[in-house]
């Protein structure tokens, strides 16, 4: 049976972004072997250095996830910083891992671009995400576009290790659904808190058809052909639609004669409809907290106990048993 492995950071409010990009294909995934799916908190405070905040956004990636679908009877999720083996294996990692290879990654350099002060996590947040991935023996990790290169430098890091001690690790294969590896914000670029362009989850209603009216358009008359390819509505509704659905609309942006406002209050009504069921399912985990706890308390349980057994084969290939 494979092993998966995936982590969000609890960063903030979760977003389309994160929910199309990582946690449904999480979910689709369950099926298909042993998932091992984590609450990236060592990740976050690169960037949460709230502590209450820190602690109330992991406890949402948790209500969130199951509300969307993630069985714990058939998934293993966990908070990352109750499998403190990951850091000592990120350590060891990093004794190998060239600064060249870091020095390439372009996370770091878009991150620091739009204003994250550049430390020393941010800069070495592959090797951690490396430790993440090996220190499960993971065959397969769902990412996005944007986080492939993340999962070179993993077997990147996993070969040196190879290379210098013996074979320690495995190579992990990524899991890439190239329809929506990147999902678009408000303002047309990629969905993220960084650029402040999201459509959370789970937003109230009236709160989700503000936000989603906030979506930026140019000023073509409500009379003129709209071009599609070129829009932002579009690449947003086509996560939700039916391919009918979605030619419907495409040919009423080329006829001209609807205006933006119009396909905007289309895309929330779709978005609304979309995840009411697991609005109620959400509603029922707030409502009964205790639910969510004995989830983590079996995940990290079950995590730790894989962590510890690769750990010690690490410790020993590396000298320091």
């Not at 996370?107 to 490396?130: C, E, N, Q, R, W």
């Not at 008359?221 to 509704?237: F, H, N």
């Not at 009918?244 to 001209?256: K, L, T």
């Amino acid at each position: 049976m494979i092993r998966i492995l995936s982590g969000i950071q609890p960063s903030g409010a979760l977003h389309l972004g994160n929910y199309f990009g990582m946690m449904r294909p999480a979910i689709e995934l369950q099926e298909r072997g042993e998932a091992f799916y984590f609450i990236a908190d060592y990740h976050a405070l690169t960037s949460v250095r709230d502590p209450a905040a820190l602690r109330a956004h992991s406890r949402q990636i948790a209500v969130d996830f199951l509300s969307c679908g993630l069985d714990p009877a058939r998934t293993c999720l966990f908070r990352q910083s109750d499998v403190p083996e990951v850091a000592e294996l990120a350590w060891i990692l990093s004794t190998v891992t060239p600064m060249g290879l870091l020095e390439r990654c372009h996370s770091f350099k878009d991150k620091t671009a739009h204003g994250i002060s550049p430390t020393h996590g941010l800069f070495a947040y592959p090797v951690l995400m490396a430790a993440d991935i090996l220190l499960y023996d993971s065959d397969l990790v769902p990412v996005g576009r944007d986080q492939k290169q993340h999962l070179e430098v993993t077997r990147d890091i996993a070969v040196k290790m190879n290379e210098t001690y013996g074979t320690l690790f495995k190579l992990p294969e990524p899991h890439i659904r190239e329809e929506v590896a990147t999902v678009k914000g408000l303002d047309g670029q990629k969905m993220s808190k960084s650029y402040h362009n999201t459509i959370d989850l789970f937003l109230p209603e009236k709160v989700l058809r503000k936000t989603i009216m906030g979506i930026v358009t140019d000023s073509t008359p409500v009379e003129a052909p709209k071009d599609p390819g070129q829009s932002t509505i579009v690449d947003l509704y086509r996560l939700f639609a039916s391919p009918g659905e979605i030619a419907d609309m495409e040919a009423r942006f080329r006829a001209g004669g609807t205006g933006y406002g119009d396909f905007k209050k289309q895309l929330f009504e779709r978005i609304l409809d979309y995840f009411r069921l697991m609005q109620a399912r959400r509603d029922h985990l707030l409502a009964h907290p205790e639910e969510v706890d004995v989830v983590l308390r079996a995940g990290a349980e079950k995590a730790r106990s894989v962590a510890a057994s690769v750990l010690d084969r690490v410790r020993a290939g590396v000298g320091l048993r």
